[in-house]
């Protein structure tokens, strides 16, 4: 099965690359993830003008999200420069390398030209840009004026209009988008303490991991149908080998991941890569470069269909369907019972049966 994709004069061995963040913070973890993990490139966490002063504790893990405070890098550019890239480069096995950076044009213009030479590729964070498309052009312009090698912005979820993004940066020279940074404002409360924790001085963390997964594929979708010619690197919420297909359906030519691997543990990685050729395979795919090929198709229905079928021999008799039916037409009598005149179609039954027993046919339009 071959898993290889390319974008951009970039070739590599699979889809899956860390995200910028806590897994990558420096040369020892960078190369783990290239030589155990098995990533297809590595992303290099956030490099800026001036190191991050970060509060402890900064990261808070549940069942389905991250919660994060940390900022860009606590190491400052000439550790980077000096000692993380220089040790990274020589015992590298030779995978691309993507060197997030941020955030202002000021700090591009000083950090490009110093860490041009170990970058096969630049990540932009956006964070501190703001809603300014004009700011972000000229953002770009300087990136592009200062580099020849492709650089991707990465858009945050406060940009309030992902297509004005995508074509700000296609016109102003960046080859595509990282789509999409972290979730925030977001906030956790201790009740019994009622302290604000794991936050910053405003008790705000940022907020990532599979939680997110379906505003991050809204947004690759968005911006590769506003742009085409974009690349689209996704990252939010992928923990599976399914959500790298989602992903690549959706538009995006490659993905990254962090937080399910900070959540689930940092095998998943290799785990994922692992599982990638028999998920393909029940899908009906014979590559990745075929996954990312296949137009996604959108097909809306405006008439109602009939009610669910029910597959008698998959039903446990849960009562799950009636319980959360919004419409009270399912009812239990050993298996569930539907009033047509009362169902509106809606589809929640069949999301939620946890077996699977309910199959919801749209009407053909």
Not at 248 to 277: C, E, H, N, T
Request: include cysteine; charge should be positive.
């Amino acid at each position: 099965m071959d898993l290889s994709c390319k974008f951009d004069g970039i070739k590599i061995d699979n889809p899956l690359m860390p995200a910028a963040g806590p897994l990558v913070g420096d040369a020892e973890k960078m190369l783990w993830l290239e030589q155990v993990a098995g990533c297809g490139a590595i992303v290099a966490k956030t490099i800026s003008t001036k190191d991050a002063h970060i509060p402890h504790p900064c990261i808070y893990g549940d069942k389905d999200y991250i919660m994060n405070c940390e900022l860009w890098t606590e190491y400052t550019k000439e550790k980077w420069l000096n000692e993380f890239l220089p040790y990274y480069k020589k015992h590298s096995i030779g995978k691309p390398l993507i060197i997030s950076v941020g955030y202002t044009k000021e700090d591009m213009e000083v950090l490009i030209p110093l860490l041009d030479k170990y970058a096969d590729a630049f990540e932009v964070s956006t964070h501190y840009v703001g809603n300014d498309l004009n700011a972000l052009g000229e953002t770009v312009r300087t990136i592009r004026s200062l580099t020849k090698k492709p650089f991707y912005m990465k858009i945050s979820a406060h940009m309030p209009d992902p297509e004005g993004f995508a074509h700000t940066i296609k016109v102003n020279g960046a080859n595509g988008v990282v789509a999409v940074n972290s979730l925030g404002p977001s906030m956790k409360i201790d009740i019994e303490s009622r302290n604000i924790i794991y936050g910053n001085a405003k008790g705000f963390a940022w907020t990532s991991g599979p939680y997110i997964k379906n505003i991050a594929l809204a947004t690759v979708y968005t911006i590769k149908n506003a742009e085409p010619s974009l690349t689209v690197i996704g990252v939010g919420g992928i923990a599976s080998a399914s959500d790298v297909i989602e992903f690549l359906l959706a538009g995006a030519s490659a993905v990254q991941m962090l937080s399910a691997a900070m959540l689930r543990g940092k095998d998943l990685y290799k785990k994922i890569i692992d599982d990638l050729p028999a998920a393909l395979t029940k899908y009906g795919f014979s590559s990745v470069e075929e996954v990312i090929n296949t137009k996604l198709v959108n097909r809306v229905a405006y008439e109602k269909g009939d009610v669910p079928q029910l597959d008698a021999g998959k039903c446990i008799k849960c009562g799950t369907c009636s319980k959360v039916c919004p419409y009270f037409a399912i009812e239990m009598d050993g298996t569930p019972k539907f009033n047509k005149e009362k169902c509106f179609r809606c589809g929640l039954c069949v999301s939620k049966c946890p077996t699977k027993a309910l199959k919801y046919i749209k009407a053909e339009k």
